[in-house]
C-alpha cells in the first residue's frame, strides 16, 4: 500500500537524502565554532526560533495545514517549563521535557477540534485556540501576569553539567536543536512523512487508499505542537523568563514569516529564516523608529520576488544548473 | 556585535595623552533601552537617547578627560528582546550603565541581569514600586517615578479635596492592578471608599461600557488605573458620554505630559494628575525643554526624559569620584552615597532601596483659554515633598532594608 | 448567567445592549469591506487595519493641514485612502491572484507593517486629538446616548445596507458577482473584469476608511489603532462565512452585542469571547453562519 502512494509523490533519491545529510553535518559543524565569533546567548536565541520554526514547517510544509496559533505551544511550554523549574524545583532537563510534553498535550487537545478543518478554516480555528490560551495565561495565577515568569534559574543539566555558563548552556542547546532536527529528517523521510506528503498532494486519493488521514494530520500536528513546546520551555531557560510575549497572536505570524522567508516545505528554510529574522531583529534595533517600515519592506520583496524563500531559490537555481550541464 | 557596530555612538571624547585605565575598555558605556516605536515611544524613545547624551554633553567629560559614549537600542516592549540586548552589551559591547527601559516587564528581566553580571542598571522608564520592593537589588536605582508615588500623589490630593469615593477603570494587567491597590489603600487610608472596580483588556478600543458601569456606581471619582492609550481613550469617551458633566470626576493614575498633548486641552481640561518633573516650572527646565524641542521636532520632554538626564549626570559624577566604573554594585553604593544634585531635578538623595527620592508635584491641565504657548499643559498644583512622595522604606520589603 | 443577570438591573441591561450595537457598527462596516474584498478578489486583506487608520489620519490631516471639517472628510477621506488602495492593487496584489491565499495575506501583512511603522515615525504612537462634530447627546431613560454615537449607528445602517443592496440586487453587482465564479465568461460579454476588480478594491479600501472617519472623534487618532481592531475583524467575517456579505453585516452587530454583554458580566474576556464563539461555529458550522462549503 505505502509503495503505491510513495511512487506517485517525488520521492527523495538516497543521493539527495546523503546531501541534506551533508549540509546537516556542515550546519551543525558551523554551529560548534559560532560562538568564536557571536554571542552565545544571541544564538541561543537563533537555536529556539529555528527549532519553533522546524517544527511549524512540519505542518505547512509537509502535509499543507497553515497552523495560524503555534504560539500557544511555544509560549505555555515557556510558562509551565519554567515555573516548574522555579516553584517546583525541576532540574533543567525535567522542566524542559515537561514543557515540552504539555505542548504535545495541548497539541493532542487542541488538534483533536483543528485537523477536521482546512485551508483557512484550520488558521482560523488554531487562531481563536491560541487566543483563548492567551487569556488563560493572562489570566492564571502562576504565569505573574505580563511581568511574566522572572529569575527562573538555569542550574545544572542532568546533575553534572553547569549550565550557567552561557558558553556551556550554548552547546547544550545546540544538541537539543540537533536531536530534534534529526527526528524531524527522520520523520519526513519516513513511510509516515511520505503518506503526510501524499495528503498534502491529494487528500481524497490518500483517504481513498485507505489512509486514514485525520490520524496522520493529529500525529503530525502532536509532534509538532511537542517541538515548539520544547523550543519554548529552552528558551524560558535561555532567557530566565517566560513571558506573554511568546503567547501573542503576532508570535504566530512571526513563525509564519520565518519559515517562509526561508523557504516552506524545505528542511533547512525555516532554520535559514528564523537566523534571518531573528538577525534582522537584532541588527534593526539601531535604526529605532523605522524598524517596522523595513521588516514590512523585506515581506513585501520576499513575497513579490522570492516566493520559495532563500533555500527554496537556492534549491531551484542549483536543479536548474545541474539540470543545463 | 551587530549592535555595537550600529548604534550611533556620541560624544566620543578623547582628551589628549589622559587614558584612564580605570574604566572598562577605556570608555565608559551608557546603554540606553526603551521603546523607539512602539506604544511608549513618545514617552522616552529617541528624546531620551537625545536626553542621555545631553547630559554627557553638560556634564563637560571632555573637558574632565572622561571618554564617554552613549548608544541605544529599542526592546519593543519585548523582555526576551530586552534581555538579549542587555546581556549582550553588558557581555560583549562594555557597556557599562543600562538607562531607561520603560516597561515593567522589560525592567524586571534587567534588573536580574544587571545582578547577575554586576553592572548598573538606573530605571527612569518602568513604573512597578516592585523594583524598589520585592525585585530589589543592589545593582538597580529607580530614578523618576513609580506605580506608589503616582497612586499617592494623585489618590491623596483627590481624598482631601473631597473626592471619597473612588470607581476604577483597570488594565487588566499587571501593572493596572498595582496601581489600583495602591491608589485604593490610599483613598482608604485618608478616609474615603472603593465602591468597585471594573478591569477591561488591555488596548481596549471602547470603553463606553466601562465607563457607563463607572456612571452607574455613582462613585465621585473615576480612576483610570490604565496607560497611555488605554487612558486617552477612556478620557475622550467620558467625555463624551457626559460623565464629568453628570458630575463624576477622572483622576489619571499615569500621565504623561505627551498623553495631554494626544488629548487635546479641550477634552483633558480639569484632569489631575502626578508627574516628577514638568518642562514649565523654572527657566532651567525652559532651557532643557527648548533645547529639546529643537531637536525632536518640537515635542517637549517627558519626565522620563528628565529623568535619563538626572541619572546620567550623577552616574558621571559617581564613577568619576571613583575613578572606575568596573563593579556595578560599589558605583550604585557610591550613588546612594552622594547626595543628588542636578539642574533638572535640584536636590536630592538615593534610598537604600534603590529609591531616588525627589519631589513630585501634583498638577492640573490648564483650560484651553489658559495655555499660552505651545506645549503649555499644566499647572503645578501641589509639591509633594520627597518624604510624604515614595513609599516609606519599612513598606517595600526590599531585603537590602536591614531592619 | 441568569444568576448574574438578576444582580444587573435591566435599565443598565439596555444600555449595554445599545452600546454593544454602536460597537457592533464598526465591526460590520470593517468587516463589510474585507468579505467584500475576499468575496471578489479572494485576498485576504490584512491591510485593512492600516487603511482603517489612514482613514482616521486622513481626516486628521484635511481638518489640520486643509481646514476641511468632520463631513467633508466623510467625503474625500475613503476616496482618498480607496486610491491608495487602487494603486497598491495595481502594482503589487494583482500580481498575486494565481497564487495561494497565503501570499496575498502575506503580503498584505507586510504592506500593514510598513504603512504602520511610517505613521508612528511620523506622527509619534500617543496619537492625535480630532474633535468631536456633534457634541452633546439625549438623555433616555437608561442611558445617556451621545449624539455622536446615534451617529454612527445611522451612518452603518446606510452604508451597509447600501452595499448590500447595490451587490445583490443591482445589476453592477450582478456582473460582479458573476466575475468572481466565472471571470473567463464574464471578460467574454465584453466586460472588463481586470478593473472591476480594481475598483472593487478600491471600493473595499474606501469602506475601511470611512469607519476609519467615523472613529476618529470617538477614539483615539494613533498609528496602533487599525493593528488592535483587524484580528476581530477578522474573526467576525470567518463567523460570518467568508465572503457572505449579509453574513459579516449581520455577525459584526450580533458580535458586538456578545462583546458588549462580556463587558458586564466579565469584562477581563470581552476581547477574547470573540475567539470562543469563533472556534464553535467552526466546528458546528465549518463555513460560517452565512457561507456556504466550497
Known amino acids: 500500500m505505502s509503495t503505491a502512494v510513495t511512487a506517485t509523490v517525488t520521492s527523495k533519491s538516497a543521493g539527495a537524502k546523503n546531501r541534506e545529510l551533508i549540509a546537516f553535518a556542515v550546519l551543525i559543524g558551523i554551529g560548534l565554532v559560532a560562538p ?19 517544527a511549524f514547517n512540519l505542518l505547512i510544509g509537509y502535509v499543507g495545514l497553515l497552523s495560524f496559533g503555534h504560539a ?125 506528503k501524499a495528503i498534502r498532494e491529494n487528500e481524497p486519493r490518500a ?65 535559514v529564516g528564523a537566523a534571518v529574522i531573528i538577525t534582522m531583529q537584532n541588527y534593526l534595533a539601531g535604526f529605532g523608529e523605522w524598524v517596522l517600515v523595513i521588516q514590512g519592506f523585506i515581506f513585501v520583496v520576499v513575497v513579490m520576488a522570492f516566493r520559495k524563500g532563500i533555500v527554496g531559490e537556492i534549491q531551484d537555481w542549483w536543479t536548474k544548473r545541474a539540470n543545463k550541464a | 556585535m551587530r549592535l555595537n557596530t550600529l548604534a550611533v555612538s556620541t560624544a566620543v571624547l578623547l582628551a589628549a595623552g589622559s587614558a584612564h585605565a580605570q574604566y572598562t575598555n577605556g570608555t565608559i558605556k551608557i546603554g540606553v ?59 560583549v559591547d562594555g557597556v557599562d550603565v543600562i538607562v531607561d527601559v520603560p516597561t515593567s516587564s522589560v525592567a524586571l528581566a534587567i534588573t536580574q541581569i544587571a545582578k547577575e553580571k554586576n553592572k548598573v542598571f538606573l530605571g527612569s522608564g518602568p513604573a512597578s514600586s516592585d523594583l524598589t520592593g520585592k525585585a530589589c537589588n543592589a545593582n538597580f536605582i529607580h530614578w523618576t517615578y513609580d506605580t506608589w508615588a503616582l497612586a499617592n500623589g494623585t489618590g491623596k490630593a483627590i481624598v482631601q479635596t473631597g473626592g471619597k469615593s473612588w470607581y476604577f477603570l483597570t488594565a487588566d494587567y499587571a501593572f493596572g492592578h498595582a496601581l489600583e491597590k495602591d491608589t485604593g489603600d490610599v483613598v482608604k487610608k485618608n478616609g474615603g471608599t472603593v465602591v468597585g472596580a471594573v478591569r477591561h483588556p488591555l488596548s481596549t478600543n471602547d470603553f463606553s461600557s466601562f465607563l457607563l458601569q463607572a456612571q452607574s456606581s455613582k462613585a465621585q471619582i473615576v480612576g483610570l488605573a490604565n496607560a497611555g492609550g488605554d487612558t486617552i481613550n477612556s478620557i475622550k469617551q467620558a467625555a463624551e458620554f457626559g460623565i464629568v458633566e453628570g458630575g463624576q470626576k477622572l483622576a489619571g493614575m499615569l500621565m504623561f505630559i505627551t498623553d495631554v498633548h494626544a488629548l487635546g486641552l479641550k477634552t483633558a481640561q480639569g484632569l489631575n494628575f502626578t508627574t516628577a518633573w514638568y518642562w514649565d516650572m523654572n527657566d532651567a527646565n525652559r532651557a532643557f525643554a527648548k533645547e529639546f524641542a529643537a531637536a525632536n521636532g518640537g515635542k517637549h520632554p517627558t519626565m522620563v526624559q528628565a529623568g535619563i538626564y538626572s541619572s546620567v ?84 520589603g526590599c531585603e537590602l532594608v536591614k531592619s | 448567567m441568569l444568576f448574574e443577570l438578576i444582580g444587573i438591573p435591566p435599565q443598565a441591561l439596555f444600555g449595554q445592549l445599545l452600546l454593544g450595537l454602536i460597537n457592533g457598527a464598526f465591526y460590520a462596516m470593517m468587516s463589510l469591506g474585507l468579505a467584500v474584498i475576499f468575496g471578489l478578489l479572494n485576498v485576504i486583506n490584512f491591510t485593512h487595519g492600516a487603511q482603517y487608520m489612514m482613514g482616521a489620519f486622513a481626516a486628521w490631516m484635511l481638518l489640520e493641514w486643509a481646514g476641511i471639517p468632520y463631513w467633508g472628510a466623510l467625503v474625500l477621506a475613503p476616496i482618498i485612502v480607496g ?130 472617519v467615523l472613529a476618529a472623534p470617538a477614539y483615539n487618532v494613533s498609528p496602533l489603532m487599525g493593528s488592535n481592531l483587524i484580528i476581530i475583524v477578522f474573526a467576525v467575517v470567518v463567523i460570518g462565512g467568508m465572503g457572505s456579505i449579509l453574513g459579516a453585516i449581520i455577525t459584526g452587530f450580533g458580535l458586538g452585542i456578545i462583546e458588549g454583554l462580556t463587558k458586564v458580566f466579565y469584562p477581563e474576556a470581552s476581547n477574547t469571547v470573540i475567539f470562543i464563539v469563533m472556534a464553535i461555529v467552526l466546528m458546528v458550522k465549518p463555513a460560517g453562519l452565512f457561507g456556504t462549503p466550497k
Open chain 1, 36 to 54: 568564536i565569533a557571536i554571542y552565545p546567548v544571541f544564538l541561543m536565541k537563533v537555536l529556539c526560533f529555528a527549532l519553533f520554526a522546524c
Open chain 2, 313 to 396: 549626570i550623577h552616574y558621571l559624577k559617581a564613577v568619576e569620584a571613583m575613578k572606575s566604573d568596573a563593579d556595578g554594585a560599589k558605583v550604585v553604593a557610591k550613588m546612594k552615597s552622594m547626595p543628588t544634585e542636578d539642574k533638572l531635578f535640584g536636590k536630592g538623595t538615593i534610598r537604600e532601596d534603590g529609591r531616588h527620592m525627589h519631589d513630585m508635584y501634583l498638577v492640573e491641565v490648564k483650560k484651553p483659554a489658559e495655555s499660552k504657548k505651545p506645549w503649555d499643559y499644566v499647572t503645578v498644583k501641589k509639591t509633594i515633598p520627597a518624604a510624604e512622595a515614595f513609599r516609606p522604606l519599612k513598606d517595600g
Open chain 1, 207 to 271: 483517504i481513498s487508499l485507505g489512509y486514514r488521514v485525520d490520524h496522520y494530520k493529529l500525529m503530525a500536528f502532536v509532534l509538532s505542537a511537542a517541538l515548539a513546546g520544547l523550543a519554548g520551555a529552552t528558551k524560558a531557560l535561555v532567557f530566565q523568563l517566560a513571558s506573554l510575549t511568546d503567547v501573542t497572536w503576532q508570535m504566530s505570524g512571526e513563525v509564519v514569516l520565518m519559515t517562509l522567508v526561508g523557504g516552506m516545505g524545505t528542511i533547512f528554510g525555516p532554520v
Open chain 3, 83 to 212: 486610491v491608495t488602495g487602487i494603486v497598491m492593487e495595481k502594482l503589487l496584489l494583482k500580481r498575486l491572484y494565481h497564487l495561494d491565499h497565503l501570499y496575498g495575506l502575506l503580503l498584505t501583512f507586510g504592506l500593514a507593517l510598513m504603512i504602520e511603522g511610517f505613521f508612528r515615525k511620523q506622527f509619534g504612537s500617543s496619537g492625535l486629538p480630532y474633535s468631536n462634530p456633534l457634541p452633546g447627546g439625549t438623555r433616555l431613560s437608561f442611558m445617556f446616548l451621545p449624539n455622536y454615537r446615534a451617529w454612527i449607528v445611522v451612518a452603518s445602517l446606510v452604508i451597509c445596507f447600501g452595499t448590500w443592496f447595490m451587490i445583490e440586487r443591482t445589476k453592477l453587482g450582478s456582473y460582479l458577482r458573476a466575475a468572481t465564479e466565472r471571470p473567463d465568461l464574464v471578460q467574454a460579454f465584453g466586460i472588463n473584469v481586470p478593473r472591476m476588480i480594481t475598483l472593487t478594491y478600491g471600493f473595499g479600501v474606501g469602506l475601511a476608511a470611512l469607519a476609519g
Open chain 2, 33 to 91: 533601552m526603551n521603546d523607539q516605536s512602539g506604544l511608549y515611544a513618545d514617552v522616552s524613545g529617541p528624546g531620551g537617547t537625545w536626553a542621555a547624551k545631553k547630559a554627557v554633553e553638560d556634564y563637560g567629560a571632555a573637558k574632565k578627560g572622561l571618554k564617554v559614549e552613549v548608544v541605544f537600542a529599542d526592546h519593543q516592549n519585548k523582555p526576551d528582546v530586552g534581555s538579549n540586548i542587555a546581556r549582550q552589551w553588558y557581555d
Open chain 1, 72 to 196: 500557544m505551544f511555544f509560549g505555555l511550554a515557556a510558562y509551565v517549563g519554567g515555573y516548574s523549574v522555579k516553584a517546583w524545583g525541576f532540574s533543567p532537563e525535567l522542566g524542559i521535557l515537561y514543557g515540552t510534553a504539555c505542548g504535545a498535550v495541548l497539541g493532542l487537545v487542541t488538534g483533536l477540534l483543528a485537523i477536521r478543518r482546512q485551508g483557512i478554516y484550520f488558521a482560523m480555528v488554531t487562531l481563536a485556540l491560541s487566543q483563548m490560551v492567551f487569556f488563560y495565561c493572562l489570566q492564571a495565577k502562576f504565569t505573574g501576569g505580563e511581568d511574566g515568569i522572572q529569575a527562573i534559574p538555569r542550574g545544572h543539566f542532568l546533575g553534572l553539567i553547569n549550565i550557567q555558563d552561557d558558553l556551556t548552556f550554548y552547546y547544550v542547546v545546540l544538541a537539543i536543536f540537533a536531536g530534534a532536527f534529526l527526528l524531524i529528517w527522520r520523520t519526513v523521510n519516513s513511510p509516515f512523512g511520505q503518506v503526510l
